[in-house]
């Protein structure tokens, strides 16, 4: 039978390691409009109009922006999420993700 000092460090050896993380990255594209992208952030990430804006705006002149950093399930089902949404609704708009 193991000892409490045995239990104690077979405990301290199990410990897990935190997930990988991903980032989930929003693309530019010339036929979304803005408005619709604000509303994605704001639906999707939980973004206050201020800050639904300027990552929109990073989209639009950069390219490309993070709207978050989740785990590989919940970054998967977010990027499912919006491009369902887009699709409903006409838009190209598109989103992946990448290893943080």
Known sequence: MATRQENIQLLERSKTK???M?????????????EFVIEVLQAFFSMSTEQATQTMLKVHNEGSAVCGLYPRDIAETKVRQVVGYAIQRGHP???RMEEN
């Open 22 to 34: 991903y980032k989930v990255i929003l693309l530019n594209d010339d036929f979304t409009t803005m």
């Open 18 to 20: 935190p997930p990988k």
């Open 93 to 95: 708009l598109k989103c």
